[in-house]
């Protein structure tokens, strides 16, 4: 399957807290993106990192990329009881132009 | 812009009915990808079209689920005949060409009985 990984599946912390997920993924990308979802809501798109690029900032987002290890990281800092979603990594790439790959997700929980 | 429309929002129907899901992409996007989400499989890629084109369908499960873009502001999926197990939230989503940002529509949660 091209679909990576992401750890933890879930993830508690308190309002104020930085969050930190992880994706990892199987086949060569073009970039990797990551999305939002609200409890019963479509994903929302928040960030899009280029294979070669490393690091991206968005407000309190920051993405991190290593090809080498074909991981990535998205950390949400000083988090909010609004962060509290389901986070996913999308993969971009492989051989089929267009294709966009999903993780399973991890489930943020931002306790007030 | 709207976003992307899907219609119906919720799907109720019985065992062995055709089901048929509509999406309108934005305006001007290139890429049309349709998901299906459950608890179990998480977030699978159906199919996707590139300028109407079907690309990809390897991720269509079996030949009960059929897709189709006839023009650049419309696509079907559907599923004949339903099974529960095909009972999940059904996405659509655009994208101005590919490998770049992806929106979502609503979802249509199917339910079959």
């Known amino acids: 399957s091209q679909q990576g990984e992401e750890d933890p599946q879930a993830l508690s912390i308190q309002e104020g807290e930085n969050a930190t997920m992880n994706c990892s993924y199987k086949t060569s990308i073009n970039n990797l993106q990551w999305y939002r979802q609200n409890s019963g809501r479509g994903l929302v798109h928040l960030i899009l990192?280029?294979?070669?690029?490393r690091e991206k900032h968005s407000g309190r987002l920051r993405v991190t990329l290593d090809t080498s290890k074909k991981s990535s990281s998205l950390l949400i800092t000083a988090s909010r009881a609004a962060d509290t979603a389901s986070y996913f990594c999308a993969f971009a790439g492989g051989t089929s132009y267009g294709k966009l790959t999903f993780g399973q997700g991890t489930i943020l929980t931002v306790h007030p | 812009d709207a976003g992307v429309i899907q219609s119906p929002r919720h799907e109720v129907t019985e065992m062995g009915q055709e089901v048929t899901l509509r999406c309108k992409p934005i305006?001007?996007?290139?890429?049309l990808f349709w998901y299906r989400q459950t608890m179990m499989r998480g977030l699978e890629l159906l199919i996707y079209f590139n300028n109407n084109v079907p690309i990809d369908d390897s991720g269509m499960p079996e030949d009960r689920f059929s897709a189709k873009m006839p023009n650049a502001s419309f696509s079907t999926l559907k599923i004949q005949p339903s099974e529960p197990r095909d009972s999940a939230v059904y996405f659509c989503?655009?994208?101005?060409?590919?490998?770049?940002?992806?929106?979502f529509g609503q979802g249509t949660r199917l339910t079959v009985v």
């Open positions: 305006s001007g996007h290139n890429s």
């Open positions: 989503a655009s994208s101005s060409q590919g490998w770049t940002e992806a929106f």
């Open positions: 990192i280029r294979s070669n690029e």
